[in-house]
């Protein structure tokens, strides 16, 4: 894994290759989404402590930013590819949604300007 840049559907890839030969197998779909949960609670709190008001304290020194997001994205990938999810194709069609929905919207909020 010496790639400096990897596509979504590499990523989905190597993550299959590394449970089926190195973590044995996929937990189940529940739990992974409970793991999820678990690690984007890790993000906000770094988050909260780092661009919010909330310190850090002596046991949040060990928390990493880009080392949190890795794994949010860990686990959202292994709930893809359980579900046979193309997470390449899902993003396409959702920046399309959201550009067709939001044409307008952003550029005549007063609240962004």
Known sequence: MNNKTLTLAEAQQQVDEWIKTIGVRYFSELTNMA???EEVGE??????????DQSFKKSDEAYNLADEMADVLWVLICLANQTGVDLSEAFIKNIGKKTTRDKDRHQNNEKLK
């Open 43 to 52: 993000l906000a709190r770094i988050m909260a402590r780092k661009y919010g």
């Open 35 to 37: 793991i999820l949960t």
